[in-house]
């Protein structure tokens, strides 16, 4: 496989890591996959003309999802709520700053559980109960509370996506997210893999940290979300 298709699963990201690193999460139907929902809410396809069957086969799984890129047929079963169109952005060198916070790895069921609800306070509808079981999940404490946090979700052979870049409001503006971030991708490049990520093209001041860190945008990419009538 060339640079040029090894770049292009980025394209269709679930599929790709659904296809590939996490298989395991995976619930397929005949070209549609979508990781089983207490992981993530996502879907992807390869087979266009068969999307509607699938879809309407996993909601009966989970009422409120997304299928990541191009628009898929669907049914009048389901409404679709909205397109979350998105920056797919890509980390190509280590974030040039230093860590200067006590960084934690949320691997205990306390923990978890701790990272579940500060996800879901900041940013219902994309962390599950066992998301957190994707990937290496990072965080940072004050006074025995977790207040930020930042982990691995989507995985492939050649790519981690990093998400739940998250800070409980007390605490903004203090340089949590830019550490953790730093933590994060600084594990995935030890594992020879490239970090990227996806935030709300309309996010304007996330996107520009981003930059700020070194991550480039790649392109415009579709979160589709469904939900059952």
């Keep these: 496989m060339n640079k040029t298709e090894i770049i292009e699963k980025l394209d269709n990201p679930v599929w790709s890591s659904l296809n590939e690193t996490h298989n395991t999460f995976s619930i397929e139907y ?3 996959k979508f990781y089983a929902p207490e992981y993530c809410p996502f879907g992807g396809f390869i087979k ?3 999307s509607s069957d699938g ?3 996993y909601s009966a799984k989970n009422n409120n999802f997304y299928v990541v890129g191009e628009k898929p047929l669907f049914s009048n079963a389901l409404t679709l709520n909205k397109n979350l169109v998105c920056n797919q952005m890509i980390l190509d060198k280590p974030i040039n700053i230093s860590i200067n916070e ?5 691997k205990t069921q306390h923990q978890k559980t701790e990272l579940f609800h500060l996800v879901n306070m900041i940013q219902p509808g994309y962390f599950n109960s ?3 079981d994707l990937g290496n999940y990072f965080g940072i404490y004050k006074d025995e509370k977790l207040i930020a946090v930042t982990g691995e979700r989507m995985k492939m052979n050649e790519f981690t996506e990093i998400s739940a870049v998250i800070t409980h409001p007390e605490h903004t503006g203090k340089g949590y997210a830019k550490q953790l971030i730093k933590q994060t991708t600084n594990q995935i490049f030890k594992e020879n893999k490239i970090p990227y990520l996806h935030v709300a093209e309309s996010n304007i001041g996330v996107i520009k940290l981003y930059e700020k860190l070194g991550f480039t945008t790649r392109r415009k990419i579709s979160f589709w979300n469904f939900k059952t009538t």
Excluded: A, P, R, Y
């Excluded at 006590?102 to 949320?106: C, G, I, K, M």
């Design 30 to 32: 005949d070209g549609i």
């Design 48 to 50: 266009l003309e068969n």
């Design 55 to 57: 879809i309407d086969n």
């Design 102 to 106: 006590q960084v934690v790895e949320l």
């Design 130 to 132: 066992k998301t957190s």
